[in-house]
């Protein structure tokens, strides 16, 4: 071994450290870069050579550019995301339904049916009264101004929300397209030798971002590819990205591939909310409101229909309600431009107010299944509330969940610049004893130079 080997150790060894400095200024430039992995220099021998009969070492070299990343916590940091995500979306969806009923208070439609039981309680009274009929009129017809208010507001929330799922599919495509284009990048430059881990990070956070869209599975191949599937279809690779669309079976929304024939079984991510709430939430709370009206009108019109109005001769076989359609409650016109019509004798007598008795103890009074006609509706309200409840409380509990595994993360992923502080006076004070060690190597070799001259 010659004073020229130890030049080449001397020379490897400043190229090694300076590499792990360049690695460690990477680190800190990056220390609040929340989508940065932190990287580790990693350092080995150079591959000895034998001379002599000996084995002679060849100093150092840097072998790898290691990413520091934990592949289950990544996997369960998305599992998270994607249920978290959906929970979240639930309750803000679900919390402006809850919002249009506006219960309790009397402006909600159990006050407002409320009063027009009560109106109907005072006619029986006085009979005859043409103010009192007039409040008749003005109860139902603030009750059906609150239930088209209702229904147009969840027909408002369904459009908005089928409005997001095509976003949503919008954006889910735009990812698998950019997760191929970087699975492609990273083979090419890992097929070549080269570092990819600034792409690594950029794919990972593309990753990260569809999770939160919808319910991924991620595998990664031996050549670092990552294989993306959704809902049980392959979805994109190194090569290939599929694109997605919605489409209508019946009343619901789903996801398909671009030639209908495979549909994606979602169950995660802001998407899953917004199809739960449009396909399944939205239709029961509005199949129970319609059940409800529906029954409020015919038990109406029921005992309205038996009664007699005010008219000379009176009239009878008359309905108060004329219909109930596209979430439109309808007073009887004739009784809105006559409030004379309303039939309230129950043998058409002048004063007789037995009909409007019956109708007032409507709101008391059992039906087939056990229950009021209130009962029915106030049922459909604490299912919403149960409902909003249920996911604000399944949104906190991953949330919670989330940060913890966050902390896990940024234990081993994250930057710490203390540490990184540490490195650079250990590499450099490396770096300055491989300097030294070249100017030693330089002084031997003029010693050399200065007894054969």
Do not use: C
Request: cysteine-free; overall charge negative.
């Amino acid at each position: 071994m010659g004073i020229s080997n130890i030049f080449d150790i001397g020379t490897r060894s400043l190229t090694a450290y300076q590499g792990a400095l360049d690695v460690t200024a990477q680190n800190i430039s990056n220390s609040s870069n929340p989508d940065y992995s932190r990287q580790v220099a990693v350092l080995g021998d150079e591959t000895p050579q034998q001379i002599g009969g000996f084995i002679w070492g060849n100093g150092v070299k840097l072998e790898d550019i290691s990413r520091v990343r934990n592949a289950l916590t990544d996997q369960q940091l998305r599992d998270n995301n994607s249920k978290y995500s959906s929970s979240n979306t639930s309750n803000v969806l679900l919390g402006q339904v809850q919002n249009l009923y506006d219960e309790p208070s009397d402006q909600g439609i159990s006050g407002l049916t409320t009063a027009f039981f009560n109106s109907w309680q005072q006619l029986s009274v006085t009979p005859n009264s043409v103010s009192l009929r007039q409040n008749v009129v003005q109860a139902a017809q603030s009750l059906s101004d609150k239930i088209l208010s209702v229904n147009n507001g969840m027909d408002s929330i369904q459009t908005s929300v089928k409005s997001q799922v095509n976003s949503d599919v919008t954006s889910i495509n735009n990812d698998l397209q950019q997760i191929q284009s970087l699975n492609a990048q990273i083979f090419n430059l890992q097929s070549t030798g080269q570092s990819p881990n600034t792409l690594l990070d950029a794919r990972d956070k593309v990753i990260d971002s569809l999770s939160n869209l919808v319910n991924i599975n991620v595998n990664y191949d031996s050549q670092n590819v990552a294989n993306i599937s959704i809902g049980g279809v392959f979805a994109a690779d190194k090569v290939t990205a599929v694109q997605f669309k919605t489409a209508m079976q019946g009343n619901k929304i789903v996801v398909t591939s671009q030639d209908g024939s495979t549909t994606l079984a979602i169950n995660g991510g802001d998407l899953n909310a917004s199809l739960d709430v449009y396909n399944n939430k939205i239709p029961s709370y509005q199949s129970s409101l319609d059940s409800f009206v529906n029954n409020l009108m015919q038990s109406v019109n029921s005992q309205h229909s038996t009664g007699y109005t005010l008219d000379n001769p009176p009239q009878t076989g008359l309905n108060f309600f004329q219909s109930y359609t596209s979430g439109n409650l309808k007073i009887n016109d004739q009784i809105v431009n006559d409030p004379n019509k309303i039939a309230v004798s129950s043998d058409g007598t002048s004063g007789n107010g037995n009909i409007a008795l019956n109708i007032a103890g409507l709101s008391t009074q059992k039906q087939a299944n056990g229950s009021t006609l209130l009962d029915s509706y106030n049922t459909l309200i604490s299912q919403v509330g149960t409902d909003v409840k249920g996911a604000s409380d399944m949104a906190n509990s991953y949330n919670l969940t989330i940060q913890q595994l966050q902390q896990q993360k940024a234990s081993y992923s994250g930057v710490s610049v203390d540490e990184e502080m540490t490195n650079v006076i250990k590499y450099q004070q490396s770096y300055t004893a491989s300097a030294k060690l070249i100017s030693i190597a330089d002084q031997m070799l003029q010693t050399l130079l200065n007894i054969v001259s």
